[in-house]
């Protein structure tokens, strides 16, 4: 059973750095994609950015590109997510999820798709990010 762990959130100034983890095991596939979303008081899911473990290709949200950049270390089995420079909105619960992907149509999907919350089916419990002023 595939599980996600993420962690490394907390209380962080603004303007300073912040990395969050996210420990990943039990999956039946080499292909999946690992995504980090966060979801802001009062406001909708949002997908940040997705990597897919076989390539390394990496997926950007339009509006966070330069900001936030997603990485993986395959011996650690961990994908984490740089926050550069955050900010007082980058204050969220930050979760990870995943969904393993053994066709070509199912990497099509999620080539197009990795932004949708209900493409994924496993997710982390989430971690708390809050960025004071």
């Known amino acids: 059973e595939v599980q996600l762990q993420a962690s490394g959130g907390g209380l962080v100034q603004a303007g300073g750095s912040l990395r969050l983890s996210c420990a990943a095991s039990g999956f039946s596939f080499d292909d999946y994609f690992i995504a980090w979303f966060r979801q802001a008081p009062g406001k909708l899911r949002e997908g940040i950015a997705c990597i897919r473990k076989s390539t390394g290709i990496t997926y950007y949200a339009d509006s966070q590109k330069g900001r936030f950049t997603i990485s993986s270390d395959s011996d650690k089995n961990t994908v984490y997510l740089q926050v550069n420079g955050p900010k007082p909105e980058d204050t969220a619960v930050y979760s990870c999820?995943?969904?393993?992907?053994?066709?070509?149509?199912?990497?099509?999907?999620?080539?197009?798709?990795?932004?949708?919350?209900?493409?994924?089916?496993?997710w982390g419990q989430g971690t708390q990010v809050t960025v004071s002023s």
């Open positions: 999820a995943a969904i393993e992907t053994s066709s070509h149509m199912e990497f099509a999907i999620m080539k197009h798709r990795w932004f949708v919350s209900s493409e994924y089916v496993y």
